[in-house]
């Protein structure tokens, strides 16, 4: 599968961010949204890839982006881990049909049923403008999270001058 | 991007806790958390490196504490922090120590009256320590190296960069870890 790049408009989904609650990209419209996917909860580290990123939030909200984790696990396990790792964001189950978001953005693992690791930046209009798909064994941090972020703010400020 | 990902961002500096020659042909610098367990685990096997590689190892401790998991682990960053104004790096090393010694010693071994005795046998003022604590005087220092951490791509703790380029492999694989820092260093590791 090939990653969805920088320039393609973001494929729309909705899906349970809670046992009874669906979240849409489209309801995130008019701020940028990072869209976090990973291969599955309960990783077995305390730094790891969500509870990092719940812990720069606000970093984050410096931006008015939101943080936005999905991975195909279903919303009941989803909930039992946000809950574990106090996250403060939603998070996305990808889980019927299984993986279908994943493989619209070109990330879906068929080799294990999980999807990667793979970090998409997504401006206020729908459109990505950044991506980056990580080995699935290194937890790719934030810092091109950020980067992104500033640069897309950079480029606003300069086409309103 | 105009950034590599995984790039230590700022560099190395007077800021930082350094133990080691600046002039030493390899940087270790570790973002740590106190309170985390894989810390306490990491702990023991940069010492054993800093004894074995000697004057070629320069060893950095950055602060990156978990705090949404580790409720203490801001309060021990800022003890050490404090112990490190107040007295000196030497003592710095020491509470640095005492922290992850102590840390699995009981479930309250990192809350303020434990830091506070660990600041002491340190050699630092502890009335000083713990009014830091409590005015949080060093909480701004300690956020700065998280936010350090974040731009250079920590990825969990403990997260180490040889050289400035962070270390993706397996820090408790002794060889591969070790082997890294030593290939930095242009040197080949004998056992300890």
């Known amino acids: 599968m090939t990653i969805l790049e ?3 408009r973001a494929p729309e989904f909705r899906l349970l961010a809670t046992p ?27 730094g790891d890839q969500m509870a990092l990123y719940n812990e720069i939030l606000t970093e984050f909200q410096r ?18 881990f946000a809950e574990s790792r106090r996250l403060h964001f939603p998070l996305l189950a990808d889980f019927e049909p299984k993986g279908a978001v994943a493989k619209a953005y070109g990330v ?7 999807s990667e690791r793979a970090l998409f930046v997504i401006d206020g209009d729908g459109i990505i403008v950044w991506s980056y798909c990580s080995p699935v064994s290194v937890n ?22 | 991007m105009s950034h590599e990902q995984g790039v230590l961002r700022p560099d190395v500096g007077a800021e930082d806790h350094q133990h080691g020659s600046p002039d030493a042909p390899v940087t270790l610098v570790e973002y740590g958390d106190f309170q985390c367990p894989f810390c306490y685990r990491a702990h023991p096997i940069v010492m054993a490196l800093q004894r074995q590689l000697g004057s070629q190892l320069r060893f950095v401790f950055r602060n990156f504490p978990i705090t949404e998991i580790h409720p203490n682990a801001l309060h021990a960053a800022e003890a050490a922090e404090s112990v490190n104004a107040n007295a000196g790096p030497d003592a710095y090393w ?13 479930p309250d071994a990192l809350d303020d009256t434990h830091l506070v005795q660990y600041a002491a046998a340190s050699g630092a003022d502890p009335v000083r320590v713990k009014l830091d604590l409590e005015s949080g005087a060093f909480k701004e220092k300690v956020k700065a190296d998280f936010l350090s951490g974040v731009r250079s791509g920590v990825n969990g703790t403990p997260t180490f960069f040889i050289n400035g380029v962070r270390f993706d492999g397996n820090w408790t694989n002794k060889g591969e870890f070790g082997g890294a820092i030593a290939h930095a260093a242009g040197v080949v590791l004998t056992e300890a």
Do not use: N
């Open chain 1, 63 to 80: 931006f008015d982006a939101q943080m936005v984790g999905i991975s195909v696990d279903g919303q009941w396990c989803h909930a039992a």
């Open chain 1, 6 to 8: 920088a320039g393609t």
């Open chain 2, 94 to 106: 020491k509470m640095h120590h005492a922290i992850f010694e102590h840390q699995q010693d009981s």
């Open chain 1, 108 to 114: 879906y693992r068929d080799e294990d049923g999980t």
């Open chain 1, 140 to 161: 790719p941090g934030a810092d091109g999270i950020l980067d992104a972020l500033e640069s897309m703010r950079a480029e606003r400020a300069e086409v309103s001058l």
């Open chain 1, 20 to 46: 009874d609650q669906r979240l849409s990209l489209r309801e995130l419209r008019g701020r940028p949204v990072i869209l976090a996917f990973y291969p599955a909860d309960w990783s077995p580290v305390c």
